[in-house]
T-cell receptor
Framework: GDSVTQTEGLVTVTEGLPVKLNCTYQTTYLTIAFFWYVQYLNEAPQVLLKSSTDNKRTEHQGFHATLHKSSSSFHLQKSSAQLSDSALYYCALMGYGSSGNKLIFGIGTLLSVKP | EAAVTQSPRSKVAVTGGKVTLSCHQTNNHDYMYWYRQDTGHGLRLIHYSYVADSTEKGDIPDGYKASRPSQENFSLILELASLSQTAVYFC???????????FGPGTRLTVL
């Protein structure tokens, strides 16, 4: 079946250091797109990044991700973590098919940035 | 800006009782969704709808009903609430099922 696997649990990083949240996937859909959603404490999930182009870097708010279909990955990275980046991050696969489209979420990774 | 609101924001219910969670969107979107959020499971789709007066089952529909009386409103109904339904519930909307979804602020449901 279709699934999204994320770095599990909690990732702790020191402010100013780089951070990488892993996301890999398995899918039978031929046409796909990817989203990274971010959920700050007591807020709604919102889109941080989105991409449907293989090997093209997408950037927003200092974060970047590149869809690599060859390795089935869409990792999220930032060169210098900020305290305000502490949040829950979801990787999500959008599959486009003749029987309907479907959004599949990973289980989420909690990022904690420490001073 | 996209606007999805949910009510109530939190609720405590008794086992076996009926619970109704409401969602309202002003995005003029056709699609609306109900998810539940649990640690270790992420966001899981319960029901969705693409037109008023019609709903579709998502990945985990058992124990839940949905109602879409208008394009703007989408309700999630727990006829007989159970302890296992304690979770945070999110409503979302999109203009197409293949497009970005906009989420509401969530409802924290505790079943005792």
């Amino acid at each position: 079946g279709d699934s999204v696997t994320q770095t599990e649990g909690l990732v702790t990083v020191t402010e100013g250091l780089p951070v990488k949240l892993n996301c890999t996937y398995q899918t039978t859909y031929l046409t796909i797109a990817f989203f990274w959603y971010v959920q700050y404490l007591n807020e709604a999930p919102q889109v941080l990044l989105k991409s449907s182009t293989d090997n093209k870097r997408t950037e927003h708010q200092g974060f970047h991700a590149t869809l690599h279909k060859s390795s089935s990955s869409f990792h999220l990275q930032k060169s210098s973590a900020q305290l305000s980046d502490s949040a829950l991050y979801y990787c999500a696969l959008m599959g486009y098919g003749s029987s309907g489209n479907k959004l599949i979420f990973g289980i989420g990774t909690l990022l904690s940035v420490k001073p | 800006e996209a606007a999805v609101t949910q009510s109530p924001r939190s609720k405590v219910a008794v086992t076996g009782g009926k619970v109704t969670l409401s969602c309202h969107q002003t995005n003029n979107h056709d699609y609306m969704y109900w998810y539940r959020q649990d640690t270790g499971h992420g966001l899981r789709l319960i029901h969705y709808s693409y037109v008023a007066d019609s709903t579709e089952k998502g990945d985990i529909p058992d124990g839940y009903k949905a109602s879409r009386p208008s394009q703007e409103n989408f309700s999630l109904i727990l006829e007989l609430a159970s302890l296992s339904q304690t979770a945070v519930y999110f409503c979302a909307s999109s203009d197409d099922r293949g497009r970005e979804q906009y989420f509401g602020p969530g409802t924290r449901l505790t079943v005792l």
